[in-house]
């Protein structure tokens, strides 16, 4: 942790200013250390130079392990593509230069697929996340100076006020809690003027023909060892057959989620291993979370309009997408 970092920091059970009592440092960065509140006295351990706000088992613990097993999976960098790019810069309609030397909060990084786009474009990026992911997001990006990590709760951040010019969250919101109480809390770390840009599943009359919301109700409880070993035994037996069903005319890009895998033949040009490593991926990924909580652009909407946000538009584009600005 930096100094550049401690001066963006509060304390999320009061606000209040935080020094740091450093055990072990490197190069000007805290390594192990302390976070001490100089207001109300609370306390948050440094590890493995990340500020830790929350304990290390929680609600997303199953993101931690899927995303510090695969932790370069869905890096632009690892695959060749511009997945991630594409996505980024469509669903938040910014442009590179309008990043570049900004200060960009990424809320739920996983393991920093879409901070990696940010620092391509020159940006300030903090990386946050409720779980463990924040390993594999530092083990990923850590080189690049112009990256901070910070394990905390998005219901608490622990940011002064309108402290970023943009922030995304993207492929989290609806593994909240409460994904209405998410979206209000959002905007306090944002610049006035500042950008914002969210997404949800899709909230549709057809989601109950899914298999993955019947199986769901049992594989959230499992625990995720024995879980990934299912999906991990299973997703290579199904892959053959789901790529059968794609491939049907006209019907293909529907019949395919009759299987309870996830897969994406005829979607990315991927070599055989990574059209497995990703199913494997992305299968645990849609049976493990605690909460699945799809929402319609008119819920997301409204949710944008009542947090104060400027300009607030939402719409199905695939996913359901949300982007705003907070009033300057």
Known sequence: MTSDLLALLACPSCGGS??????????GSVETGTLICTSCASSYPIVRQIPRFVPADNY??????????????????????????????????????????????????????????????????????YSGAVDACLANLGSNPRLSVVQADLYRLPFKPESFDYLYCFGVLQHTPDPHR??????????????????????????????????????????????FAIVQWLVP????????????PLLGSRLRYLMPIMMYYRV????????????????????????????????????????????PDA??????VGRAMKAR
């Open 18 to 27: 935080l020094t740091v009592s450093a055990t072990a440092e490197n190069g």
């Open 237 to 248: 037996k199904l892959l053959p057959i789901a790529r059968a069903l794609a491939a049907v």
């Open 60 to 129: 997303a613990s199953s993101f931690g392990f899927q995303w510090n097993k695969f932790r370069a999976t869905q890096l632009d960098s690892r695959t060749g593509l511009p997945i991630s790019r594409d996505r980024f810069f469509k669903q938040s309609r910014w442009t590179p230069a309008e990043l570049a030397g900004k200060r960009v909060l990424d809320i739920g990084c996983g393991a920093g697929r879409f901070a990696e786009v940010a620092l391509s474009a020159g940006a300030q990026v903090v990386a946050v996340d």
């Open 268 to 311: 990315f040009p991927f070599t055989a291993q990574q059209h497995r490593e990703w199913a494997i991926l992305d299968t645990f990924d849609m049976l493990a979370p605690a909460h699945d909580h799809p929402q319609t652009a008119a819920a997301v909407l409204a949710w944008l309009k009542e947090a104060g946000l400027r300009e």
């Open 182 to 227: 998410a979206v209000l809390a959002l905007p306090a770390p944002l610049k006035r003027g500042g950008k914002l840009a969210i997404d949800f599943y899709p909230r549709l009359a057809s989601n109950v023909l899914w298999p993955k919301y019947w199986i769901r109700p049992l594989t959230r409880r499992l625990p995720r060892e024995r879980l």
């Open 315 to 320: 719409a199905r584009e695939g996913l359901v």
